[in-house]
């Protein structure tokens, strides 16, 4: 039964993709926020299409954490999952990634039309100052960013190395940054076509003024912060 579900919530995320793409290219001329609410919708679809057809749904602890200004968010990555429902979590946002999902046919189009930060990871440096500029114009258009230290998805149970690029624009833009924990690779998992049903949690917490901090200090605290908070997420 759980591969039918999955089949069939798979089938239906794929076919509206394309669709939703074509709509964010033709916001372009919008301001930036405008179309980061109308191409949400489709998130806000999925979550809904993923527990009409998977019974996988969330819960948000800490929810009263989200200031209300632009801030950057650095979350744990286990999943494809918190891609999507993050935008129906968080203000309008746009997110680091890597600059290789742009040619993604449709969605990596869609990504470039909603303004997102696609990063040269082996500039080293220049990316640092890339980010540091094109962060901060997001930040001013009134759009979060979302980035995951950590870079790529890891399996629950397991840390990866926190890299300082969220850390580096928040303390060089005097952002507040808002750490997330979350446990959606227990039931999403990387590179598997499998979702199982239940309840993933997401943990909010208190937001962290850059202001004035070092960049190794501050991803240390977000560090901390998350990778303590993973074990209690099954337990909540």
């Given at each position: 039964?759980i591969?039918l579900?999955s089949?069939?919530f798979?089938?239906?995320?794929?076919?509206?993709?394309?669709?939703?793409?074509?709509?964010?290219?033709?916001?372009?001329?919008?301001?930036?926020?405008t179309r980061?609410?109308?191409?949400?919708?489709?998130?806000?679809?999925?979550?809904?299409?993923?527990?009409?057809?998977?019974?996988?749904?969330?819960?948000?602890?800490?929810?009263?954490n989200?200031p209300?200004?632009p801030?950057?968010v650095l979350?744990?990555?286990?999943s494809?999952?918190?891609?999507i429902?993050?935008?129906?979590i968080?203000?309008?946002?746009i997110?680091?990634?890597k600059?290789?999902?742009?040619?993604?046919?449709f969605?990596g189009?869609?990504?470039?039309?909603l303004s997102a930060?696609?990063i040269?990871?082996?500039a080293?440096?220049?990316?640092l100052?890339?980010l540091?500029?094109?962060?901060?114009?997001?930040l001013?258009r009134g759009?979060?960013?979302?980035?995951?230290?950590?870079?790529?998805?890891?399996?629950?149970?397991?840390r990866?190395?926190?890299?300082?690029?969220?850390?580096?624009?928040?303390?060089?833009t005097?952002?507040?940054?808002?750490?997330?924990?979350?446990?959606?690779?227990?039931?999403?998992?990387?590179?598997?076509?499998?979702?199982?049903?239940g309840?993933?949690t997401?943990s909010?917490?208190?937001?962290?003024d850059a202001?004035?901090m070092k960049?190794?200090?501050?991803?240390?605290k977000?560090?901390e912060?998350?990778?303590?908070e993973?074990?209690?997420?099954?337990?909540?």
């Amino acid at each position: 039964m759980i591969r039918l579900r999955s089949l069939i919530f798979n089938l239906g995320m794929w076919l509206t993709i394309p669709p939703f793409a074509l709509l964010a290219i033709l916001l372009i001329p919008l301001p930036a926020v405008t179309r980061s609410r109308i191409v949400g919708g489709w998130a806000h679809f999925i979550m809904w299409w993923l527990k009409l057809t998977c019974s996988l749904e969330y819960r948000v602890i800490g929810r009263e954490n989200i200031p209300g200004h632009p801030c950057v968010v650095l979350a744990k990555h286990q999943s494809a999952w918190e891609t999507i429902a993050f935008q129906t979590i968080f203000p309008p946002q746009i997110w680091v990634l890597k600059r290789e999902l742009l040619w993604l046919p449709f969605f990596g189009w869609a990504l470039a039309a909603l303004s997102a930060i696609a990063i040269d990871r082996s500039a080293g440096r220049e990316a640092l100052k890339q980010l540091v500029s094109q962060g901060k114009k997001r930040l001013q258009r009134g759009l979060w960013v979302v980035i995951f230290p950590e870079g790529t998805r890891i399996a629950p149970g397991e840390r990866g190395k926190y890299h300082i690029g969220g850390a580096w624009l928040a303390t060089h833009t005097n952002a507040t940054v808002v750490p997330v924990a979350h446990n959606a690779g227990e039931f999403w998992r990387k590179n598997s076509l499998l979702k199982r049903a239940g309840i993933i949690t997401v943990s909010i917490g208190k937001p962290i003024d850059a202001t004035g901090m070092k960049t190794d200090e501050l991803n240390k605290k977000v560090e901390e912060w998350i990778e303590a908070e993973m074990p209690r997420l099954n337990t909540l």
